[in-house]
């Protein structure tokens, strides 16, 4: 059986694949620096887990040992000014690992790259291409511009500017021409791909059959979502960097994220060549046309059926260290704020409330006082709230709900979150089911461990704030819980 191997997995791309490998029946591993995050997936019990770090040679070789096929799906965007250096030095010790594990394929999923001027993350893409593609491994690189998905980073962002927006001012990139193509398709070649001859070693642009402006697009969404349409202002004043500031606050996609989206849209991304049809034949009915793909998109979301998100990966600077109460924590300066209730509910009640938290639920505190500390997360430029729930009942480890992300999850009795807000230190939020004594009890915890003095002062600064809402959320929780979860 041909083994695969499937970096980035967490991801958004990652996480589809690896169900589309097993089902074309080949073997898979997935490699990823937390392997623990991968734990709630449908078909974690199906593959393989090699746990390594891109950037560590030896572990990196040690995931590649007896992979046939090697699927790479790493990229650093919105990690901060070095992450052109990130990706290059990635890249280059997967390209050494896989020839050295005698890798016979490598695929990389990249950018189509404008010849002039292209954005630093669309450079940064062509440059992992070239290093994967000298490895003297036979290398794959599929260049792909939009890809419409429900999840997309692109999709969301496209999603939330048309609907928020009837009337919107916007950049001269919305002129743009593009070749959007559907994830069912972009998952399609990455599987054939498996199946390429060693002789061929190349890149290949990949697209849909339509070729749109943004601003074609948008008004192409709108259309399918049963929106009138969209009045667009072209302007000249807006810089990426303030666009992508725009787009920060219009939608779920952060500044950091959104800016180097933002860049590459500047360029035309339009297929030059279709040559995998020579490998990889359309099928019959042909490529999925632009309408096509949001139709699929939006069904999946209005039926809560969005397997991976953008926000699947977990966010760019965002904390890696233990929680503090684990034994193999450092030490240092600790607070907590600690509280329960017992609940007039079935254990079963109460856990319902808990994992359905966020999103459109809330956090049963002080609304008001929630959407404010996620206004002025997205001005700091992070995540802010808007990036909601994968799914409205149901969490994974490694899912993002609002601006915190699933560290742990045991069904019924825990659920651990890791904040991903812009903070002077690491936060965590533990809520808790429990019996004691014959009755169901709800308990909650909120860690900070603060970074320097300002961390101290941020603590003590905005403790009577917390006092409120998370005074405020046990009685809430107990009463939802009490009336069955509503």
């Not at 929106?227 to 072209?234: A, E, G, K, W």
């Not at 938290?357 to 430029?381: K, Q």
Request: charged share 25%; glycine share 10%.
């Amino acid at each position: 059986m041909t083994r695969c191997l499937v970096t980035g997995a967490t991801g958004y791309i990652g996480g589809r694949l690896v169900p589309e490998l097993l089902r074309a029946g080949y073997g898979v591993r997935c490699m990823a620096r937390s392997p623990g995050r991968l734990r709630d997936h449908a078909w974690h019990a199906r593959v393989e887990i090699g746990q390594a770090d891109a950037l560590v040679p030896e572990q990196t070789r040690a995931a590649l040992e007896s992979v046939d096929v090697a699927y790479y799906l790493i990229h650093t965007m919105g990690s901060g000014r070095d992450f052109a250096g990130k990706d290059r030095a990635a890249a280059t010790v997967f390209a050494s690992a896989a020839k050295d594990a005698g890798v016979r394929r490598i695929v990389y999923l990249g950018g189509l790259t404008p010849a002039d001027k292209p954005s630093p993350h669309m450079r940064s893409r062509g440059e992992v291409a070239r290093i994967l593609l000298d490895s003297d491994v036979p290398t794959a690189v599929l260049r792909a511009a939009m890809i419409i998905g429900s999840g997309s980073v692109s999709f969301e962002m496209l999603r939330y500017l048309t609907e928020r927006l009837p009337v919107m001012t916007t950049p001269r990139w919305v002129r743009t021409r593009t070749q959007p193509i559907a994830i069912r398709d972009v998952l399609r070649y990455l599987v054939a791909c498996a199946e390429l001859p060693p002789e061929v070693s190349r890149g290949f642009d990949i697209g849909g059959p339509d070729v749109l402006s943004y601003g074609e697009m948008m008004q192409g969404y709108a259309d399918a979502a049963g929106l009138p349409p969209r009045v667009i202002i072209p302007v000249p004043l807006l810089t990426p960097r303030l666009s992508s500031y725009w787009v920060g606050l219009v939608t779920p996609v952060p500044a950091g994220v959104a800016r180097p989206l933002v860049e590459s849209l500047r360029n035309e991304a339009v297929c030059r060549e279709h040559d995998i049809a020579r490998h990889v034949p359309d099928p019959p009915e042909g490529l999925i046309g632009f309408r096509q793909a949001v139709d699929l998109a939006l069904r999946r979301i209005k039926e809560a059926d969005v397997a991976t998100r953008w926000s699947s990966a977990s966010t760019p600077g965002a904390p890696s260290d233990p929680l503090p109460t684990d034994p193999d924590w450092a030490g240092g300066s600790l607070y907590v704020d600690e509280r329960s209730r017992p609940v007039n509910a079935a254990p079963e009640e109460l856990w319902r409330v808990i994992e359905g938290i966020g999103g459109d639920n809330g956090w049963y505190s002080l609304p008001v006082a929630w959407r404010v500390r996620g206004l002025l997360d997205r001005l700091m430029g992070g995540v802010g709230l808007r990036r909601g729930r994968r799914d409205p009942h149901r969490l994974r480890v490694g899912d993002a709900l609002d601006f915190w992300r699933v560290e742990e999850i045991v069904p019924g009795s825990l659920l651990r979150l890791r904040a991903e807000m812009r903070l002077p230190g690491l936060a965590w939020l533990e809520l808790t089911c429990r019996k004691e004594n014959g009755r169901t009890v709800y308990g909650q915890r909120a860690i900070f461990h603060p970074r320097g003095l300002l961390g101290h002062l941020y603590w003590w600064g905005i403790s009577p704030l917390h006092g409120l809402i998370f005074g405020r959320m046990p009685g809430n929780v107990a009463r939802a819980a009490a009336r069955g979860g509503r």
